[in-house]
């Protein structure tokens, strides 16, 4: 790989793009041939997303935050995160269908959009969220510690 290649991959954002980019064609890809195949939009989609889920996660992780979040702090964030975006695309490929009688391939674009764009957003601001260090000479207590003045005698 080229030097200048190397260092664009570097960035964080670079990353998350293409891994989104990447996940957000699985999503297209899998939900338009389910819905195409003659499954039902909400479940078709919701079923691609879940797929999805797993390959986005992986590398989100692993590749763009470096494997710095914890499992038990990341994980819950994320699925919790992409259930929401599950159901919002579902419900968004039922309207698009049975309000709008949009095609398969016009509904597994929509739904990639609005699925894509929500996630990103929660994901930044929440899932992945830059871990603050503590400032140099300040103490953090264990989890669940007191601090003395608030403890019963």
């Known amino acids: 790989m080229s030097r200048l290649l190397r260092k664009f991959a570097a960035i964080r954002l670079v990353r998350f793009v293409i891994v ?30 879940m797929l999805a889920f797993v390959v986005a996660y992986s590398a989100q992780r692993g590749w763009t935050f470096e494997g710095r979040h914890d499992h038990a702090h990341a994980l819950p964030r994320y699925l919790a995160t992409q259930l929401v975006c599950a ?33 990103y957003v929660l994901s930044s601001v929440w899932v992945f969220a830059t871990i603050k260090e503590p400032r140099e000479g300040i103490r953090r207590r264990p989890a669940g510690a ?3 003045s608030a403890r019963l005698v």
Not at 23 to 48: D, E, H, K, R, T
Not at 96 to 104: D, E, G, K, L, N
Not at 110 to 119: G, L
């Open 87 to 119: 159901g919002f695309a579902g419900l968004s490929a039922h309207v698009a269908v049975s309000i709008f009688s949009a095609s398969p391939l016009i509904m597994s674009a929509i739904i990639t959009i609005a699925a894509s764009a929500a996630s």
């Open 146 to 148: 007191m601090r003395r």
């Open 20 to 49: 989104g980019i990447g996940a957000a064609l699985l999503l297209f890809v899998l939900s338009w041939a389910l819905v195409s195949a003659g499954m039902p939009p909400f479940v078709g989609s919701v079923i691609a997303y």
